[in-house]
């Protein structure tokens, strides 16, 4: 089935550094990318959608200057956490879309950020 | 104002019995919808999805059971095994909307050998 990868899995670094995520679809094409923030026991809180070539689209409330996304190729989509802070402490995952119609959204293993 | 909704926050059930998982939703723009299966640490698995124009949709241990009408969808495992014991998300979406998906908040579903 469909592949995704992510990577890391997990940082910890210290307050003021970026932090640089990667998202690869490794056996499809995704012209379509999405970036979500999970909450301890809370459900998937989507932050933005990454389109290949284009501009990513954020939802309300997320900071696009705070989270650069880059997504240069159909497999590659980045997410750069910038000057992070304890309270951006939290479990990042991706998705991937097949450019195919009608098909499931594939996540990453998510990347668990720990700010100190 | 949550579109999609999980109610229940757990589910046990014994080895080799039905599991059914409820899903709600509130906005009927909705037309497509899935579940996902997710363990600690890692992300979200596909499981089985349906289109609005059906009402089911099976594949191997896993149903789902879509009523438009009272928007309201189930998943069913039958049997369950030990190995689905996990946090299960139902999610929503509408064509056309960036296929952008709206998540439930989740329900962890423990089978007990």
């Known amino acids: 089935g469909a592949v995704v990868s992510q990577h890391p899995s997990r940082v910890i670094c210290k307050s003021g550094t970026s932090v640089k995520i990667e998202c690869r679809s490794l056996d499809f094409q995704a012209t379509t990318m999405f970036w979500y923030r999970q909450f301890p026991k809370q459900s998937l809180m989507l932050m933005a959608t990454?389109?290949?070539?284009?501009?990513?689209?954020?939802e309300q409330g997320v900071e696009k200057d705070k989270f650069l996304i880059n997504h240069a190729s159909l497999t590659l989509s980045t997410l750069t956490v910038t000057s992070a802070h304890p309270e951006d402490s939290s479990f990042y995952i991706c998705?991937?879309?097949?450019?195919?119609?009608?098909?499931?959204?594939?996540f990453g293993d998510g990347t668990r950020l720990s700010i100190l | 104002d949550q579109q999609v909704k999980q109610n229940s926050p757990s589910l046990s059930v014994q080895e080799g019995r039905i599991s059914i998982l409820n899903c709600d939703y509130t906005?009927?723009?909705?037309?497509?919808f899935l579940w996902y299966k997710k363990y600690p640490a890692e992300g979200p698995t596909f499981l089985i999805s349906i289109s609005s124009i059906k009402d089911k949709n099976e594949d191997g241990r896993f149903t789902v059971f879509l009523n438009k009408s009272a928007k309201h969808l189930s998943l069913h495992i039958v049997p369950s095994q030990p190995g689905d014991s996990a946090v299960y998300f139902c999610?929503?979406?509408?064509?056309?909307?960036?296929?952008?998906?709206?998540f439930g908040k989740g329900i962890t579903l423990s089978v007990r050998p």
């Open positions: 906005n009927s723009m909705f037309d497509y």
């Open positions: 998705s991937a879309m097949d450019r195919l119609a009608d098909q499931p959204q594939h």
């Open positions: 999610a929503a979406r509408q064509t056309g909307a960036n296929s952008k998906l709206t």
């Open positions: 990454s389109n290949e070539g284009s501009k990513a689209t954020y």
